[in-house]
C-alpha cells in the first residue's frame, strides 16, 4: 500500500481546500467558516451522517462500509484552528485577515483528513464505520475536551481513534510516532506575593516582594534538580514577572509571577505540584511575605497506547517505506490528548520538511504532504477494519 493513487488524483482538489482554509483562518472555537465548509464537503462526499455543533463548533462526519459484521468503529481526527499571529510567508494565498493565520498547519490536516473522507465515501472498502472527527480549538480552547464532553465517543461509537500532526524538521514522506507519552501535560500557575511596600532607600521598614519572587524562580528550579527523577522529564518554567510598580525607587506591594510545568508522567505531575505550592509558600513564609498560588491542569499527556501506535506505524511505512519509532517525545502540548484518555489510539507526526517550525509566522504547512497524511488517515480505516 504505497501512496493511494487516487490522491495524485484528488491533489488539486485537496490542495484547493487547503489553500481556502488558509486563506481564511479562525481561531478557537470561532471555526464557523471552516466548519461550514468541512460539513457541506462531507455532505457532498455522500457521507452517511454530518453532525454539526459537536463541542460548539466541531463537525464529525460517519462512513460506512461496504459491510459491517465485526462491528467495528474507527476515529480519525483532525483541527481546524489557526493561530493569533501576523503571516509573513508571502503565500499567494496568505491569510485575509491580519493578525489570524494557520501557523500550525491545521489546514493541511483538515484538508488531508477532508481528501481521506472523499476516498472512503467512494471506494467503502472496509468493514465497520469511519468516523471523522474535525475539533475546533486545539490552540488552548480545549476543543478535544469539549466535544469529548458532547458525548463524541458513546454517540458514534468510537472504539479506536487516531491523530495526525505535521512537523517541521522530519522529511515529507516519512512518518514519526513513539509508544507511551508523545506530548507533554502542559499546566499553568500564577502566583501573586504580597509584602509590604515602601522607600526604597528604607528596605528595612519593608518586606520586599522582588527579592521574595526572585527566591521563588531560583527556589522552584531545584524541583528538575533535586525532587524528581533525573530519568524523569519535566519543565518548570517562570514566564513573566511582573510589579505593580515602574520606578526606580518604590519597593511594590506585590509582584505577580505567570508559569508553566510539562511533564510526561502523572505521579511526576502530582509531585511537582505538591513541590511547587510547599516551595513558594515556604520561601514565601521565610521573609514575612504571602503567596497565593493558583495552579491548573491543562491538556494531558498525549499517550499512544502500544497496540494501535504499532498499527498506526504499520500503516505509515506501508505508504512511504520508513516510519521513525524512536523519536524522543516533545514538552509541547496536544489536546487530542483528551480523546486518547478516552479510547486507545496514537498521534503520528508526518513530515513537513526543511520549513519554519510550527507557530513561526514563516511557517506554511507543504502540499506535497497531502498525498501522504490522506494515505495514512484512509489507510488506518482500511488496515483496522479490513473488508471481509
Ligand atoms: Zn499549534
Ligand atoms: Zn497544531
Known amino acids: 500500500m504505497p501512496v493511494k493513487n487516487r490522491f495524485a488524483e484528488l491533489l488539486p482538489e485537496i490542495t ?3 489553500q481556502d482554509i488558509h486563506e481564511n ?3 478557537l472555537y470561532e471555526v464557523h467558516r471552516t466548519a461550514a465548509k ?26 460506512e462500509g461496504r459491510s459491517d459484521k465485526a462491528g467495528r468503529v474507527i476515529g480519525l481526527r483532525a ?27 491545521h489546514d493541511g490536516h483538515t484538508a488531508m483528513l477532508l481528501g481521506a473522507a472523499k476516498y472512503l465515501a467512494e471506494t467503502r472498502n472496509f468493514d ?31 472504539q479506536e481513534v487516531y491523530g495526525m500532526h505535521n512537523m517541521p524538521g522530519i522529511p515529507v514522506g516519512t512518518f514519526a510516532i513513539r509508544p507511551g507519552p508523545m506530548m507533554a501535560a502542559a499546566d499553568q500557575f500564577d502566583v501573586k506575593v504580597t509584602g509590604k511596600g515602601g522607600h526604597a532607600a528604607k528596605p528595612h521598614d519593608c518586606i520586599d516582594p522582588v527579592l521574595v519572587s526572585a527566591q521563588i524562580v531560583v527556589g522552584i528550579q531545584s524541583i528538575a534538580s533535586r525532587t524528581v527523577d533525573p530519568l524523569k522529564e519535566v519543565v518548570v518554567s ?18 505577580t509571577l505567570k508559569g508553566t510545568v510539562r511533564t510526561l508522567d502523572p505521579k511526576v505531575q502530582d509531585l511537582v505540584e505538591a513541590r511547587l505550592k510547599a516551595l513558594i509558600e515556604g520561601i514565601a513564609a521565610a521573609h514575612g511575605a504571602k503567596a497565593e498560588i493558583d495552579y491548573r491542569r491543562g491538556y494531558p499527556v498525549t499517550m499512544n497506547t502500544p497496540e494501535e501506535t504499532h498499527h498506526a506505524a504499520e500503516v505509515a ?31 503520528i507526526f508526518t513530515g513537513n520538511g526543511d520549513t519554519a517550525m510550527v507557530h513561526h509566522p514563516a511557517y506554511n504547512f507543504d502540499d506535497n504532504v497531502i498525498p501522504f497524511g490522506a494515505s495514512w488517515y484512509a489507510g488506518m480505516v482500511e488496515a483496522r477494519m479490513p473488508a471481509g
Open 16 to 18: 484547493a481546500w487547503r
Open 128 to 158: 465497520g464505520t469511519a468516523v471523522v472527527i474535525f475539533q475546533p480549538a486545539e490552540e488552548g480552547g480545549a476543543g478535544g475536551r469539549a466535544m469529548v464532553e458532547d458525548g463524541l465517543m458513546q454517540r458514534f461509537g468510537i
Open 317 to 347: 511505512r506501508a505508504i512511504s517505506g520508513g516510519c521513525d519509532m524512536g523519536i524522543a517525545p516533545m514538552m509541547g502540548a496536544e489536546d487530542f490528548s483528551f480523546m486518547l484518555n478516552e479510547r486507545p489510539g496514537a498521534y
Open 79 to 105: 483541527d481546524m484552528d489557526a493561530l493569533p499571529i501576523i503571516e509573513q510567508t508571502g503565500a499567494a494565498y496568505a491569510s485575509k485577515t491580519p493578525g489570524k493565520m494557520h501557523a500550525c498547519g
Open 25 to 27: 483562518p479562525e481561531l
Open 38 to 63: 468541512v460539513a457541506g464537503l462531507l455532505r457532498d462526499f455522500g457521507c452517511d451522517e454530518v453532525v454539526e455543533g459537536i463541542g460548539r463548533t466541531g463537525v464529525v462526519g460517519v462512513i
Open 238 to 255: 517562570v514566564c513573566t514577572v511582573k510589579t505593580e510598580s515602574d520606578s526606580y525607587n518604590v519597593i511594590p506591594q506585590t509582584v
